[in-house]
């Protein structure tokens, strides 16, 4: 499959267990890395990953459907960049160190959004070929300090934080169809 980035062509391709990505550069993240970032996934270097559903596999879908959302994450890199780092702030500070209580040396260092840029590196971007209201569902996952093994996910429609947390709040664990999106 292919999507386009003004000229230049997007090679997506499956792997052995249906994963169609590719490698992708979100700009708006150039500085961040943690101490657990990927060395194929560093600051904004990341892969593209196209999402399915239930019953169908990324390549069974309209590439448009793709390509809306990819459009719509590139025209609105800043105001997304803005809504995931007060999303994973607000994340760190009144579920992880309010809520459940933990007593993390990587969550304590994160007093301001700023210093986010030493803890977080975004290694995923999610595109879903759902919409609503011709607004599009994506989701970035990131790498963090303060959970190596299970990261950290947000989940967007539009530029609207839809939810967040672990990583499976980006790889699909939004219900979708739940919250009016639809194919």
């Known amino acids: 499959m292919q999507l386009r980035i003004g000229r ?23 500085g961040f890395q943690c101490e657990n970032s990927r060395d194929d996934a560093i600051g904004e270097n990341a892969f593209l990953v196209l999402r399915g559903d239930d019953e169908c596999s990324p390549g069974e879908f309209d590439p448009s459907a793709y390509q809306s959302g990819l459009n719509w994450v590139i025209q609105n890199s ?16 009144e579920t992880l160190l309010g809520e459940y209580g933990l007593d993390d040396p990587d969550l304590r260092k994160v007093k301001r959004r700023e210093s986010l840029k030493r803890e977080i590196d975004p290694s995923y971007l999610h595109l879903f070929p759902h919409s609503k209201e011709g607004v599009p569902y994506f989701a970035l996952e990131f790498e963090c300090a303060w959970d190596p093994e299970h990261g950290c996910g947000v989940m967007f429609w539009g530029n609207s934080v839809v939810e967040v947390g672990v990583s499976d709040a980006a790889q699909g664990g939004f219900d979708i169809a739940g919250h009016g999106g639809k194919i």
């Open 8 to 30: 230049k062509v997007l090679e997506i391709t499956a792997d052995e267990f249906e994963n169609w990505s590719c490698h992708f550069v979100l700009t708006e993240w150039k």
């Open 78 to 93: 800043a105001a997304i960049r803005e809504a995931a780092m007060v999303s994973i702030f607000n994340y760190i500070h």
